[in-house]
């Protein structure tokens, strides 16, 4: 596998921490992986991903603030090898562009569960449950 795109609703909150995530790991053990995030929808295209999921990534040694958000185009489905999905909503949409080559995140840990976005949580604490569910599936994902 030479390429990864981690896609969720925005790309500014679940799917750039994914990307993070991923680049550390990549990194860390010399891989070369084209790595990137997108989101299903169009409004947060050229923002940075939000203050939390920046906060959350630093507190954990991973920069994301470079990043900026983009919208899946059907170009991103022949580009990459892996589209990685972080709910089924967002699965669908990518069955429903066309993608064939999709994972759902949680279903490399967490019972396949889907990483919830960490706005429907109570202040920053979401944003950690968040981070941890990614990074582990993120690992599992890598190992797999």
């Known amino acids: 596998m030479k390429s990864i795109m981690f896609v969720c609703l925005g790309n500014i909150c679940r799917s750039p921490i994914a990307e993070?995530?991923?680049?550390?790991?990549?990194?860390?053990n010399s891989l070369d992986i084209k790595i990137a995030s997108?989101?299903?929808?169009?409004?947060?295209?050229?923002?940075?991903?939000?203050?939390?999921?920046?906060?959350v990534c630093k507190f954990h040694n991973v920069?994301?603030?470079n990043l900026r958000a983009s919208q899946i185009t059907k170009r991103d489905?022949?580009?990459y090898d892996l589209l990685v999905a972080l709910d089924d909503n967002n699965l669908n949409h990518l069955k429903n562009l066309g993608a064939t080559n999709i994972v759902k995140l949680g279903d490399y840990g967490y019972n396949s569960e889907d990483v919830p976005d960490p706005y429907f949580f109570n202040g920053f604490e979401g944003f950690e449950k968040v981070f941890t569910m990614i990074d582990e599936c993120v690992h599992n994902l890598f190992e797999y």
């Open 63 to 65: 920069d994301i603030t």
């Open 38 to 55: 997108s989101g299903t929808g169009s409004w947060h295209i050229g923002e940075q991903p939000c203050v939390n999921s920046i906060k």
């Open 20 to 28: 993070g995530c991923a680049k550390k790991l990549a990194q860390e």
């Open 77 to 79: 489905l022949l580009e």
